[in-house]
């Protein structure tokens, strides 16, 4: 009777364990516009809520940059590349920033040649890229990793609950924009498929 009392208490946990640990793959369509998100057993684990301004690195010139500096103002953070269908963002992406630079609002750009290896170029010839091609004067990061395990550590905080508060994300593809509010923290992810002249972002960068 033991026996048979301690296999239905190890068949009971067995079988909370992977309940506990299954996987989901969902769209939420209020936060990601689209994006997937990931939902694990991570997300009952005690949150280390973190914020933008935790932030400290380096730009494309190799001077440091912090988040800090932007206390207060939107920001909108993505991960560019030059040889990408949506390459051409940047000319909206810098008139984005041109219309509301003085109303506390900042892009924050990563390239990455994560996707399609569309990004190949030193920081320095995709400097020269962004300048030639399309004026850009908001801030540009150094080259950097969006997914996988040698993941920067801001894109970190943009996708893990755990670290950001909100949700959990993938990066899916050059051009995905994470909107960052006032107090630094993570309000939603839009698809690269968003227009920096969209609507959804204008009425967000307005909003009160």
Do not use: H
């Not at 209020?30 to 005690?46: C, N």
């Not at 949150?47 to 207060?72: C, H, T, V, W």
């Amino acid at each position: 009777m033991f026996k048979n009392t301690m296999k239905s208490i190890t068949k009971a946990v067995y079988s909370f364990f992977l309940l506990t640990t299954l996987v989901s793959y969902s769209q939420d369509k209020t936060k990601t516009g689209g994006v997937g998100v990931l939902t694990t057993a991570e997300d009952s684990k005690p949150m280390e809520k973190q914020n933008i301004y935790d932030y400290d690195l380096i730009d494309i010139d190799g001077k440091p940059f912090s988040f800090a500096k932007y206390r207060g103002y939107k920001i909108l953070i993505v991960n560019t590349a030059s040889k990408c269908g949506y390459t051409p963002q940047y000319e909206q992406l810098q008139q984005l920033y041109k219309n509301f630079s003085r109303s506390k609002f900042v892009i924050v750009a990563f390239p990455s040649n994560d996707f399609g290896e569309q990004e190949p170029g030193d920081n320095e010839e995709i400097k020269a890229f962004c300048s030639k091609n399309y004026g850009v004067t908001f801030p540009v990061m150094e080259k950097v990793t969006v997914k996988g395990k040698d993941m920067c550590a801001v894109y970190q905080f943009l996708t893990q609950k755990r670290k950001n508060g909100v949700m959990d994300s993938t990066v899916d593809w050059n051009f995905q924009k994470y909107l960052i509010n006032e107090k630094g923290e993570l309000e939603k992810v839009l698809p690269s498929k968003v227009k920096p002249l969209d609507d959804e972002i204008i009425k967000w960068i307005k909003k009160q």
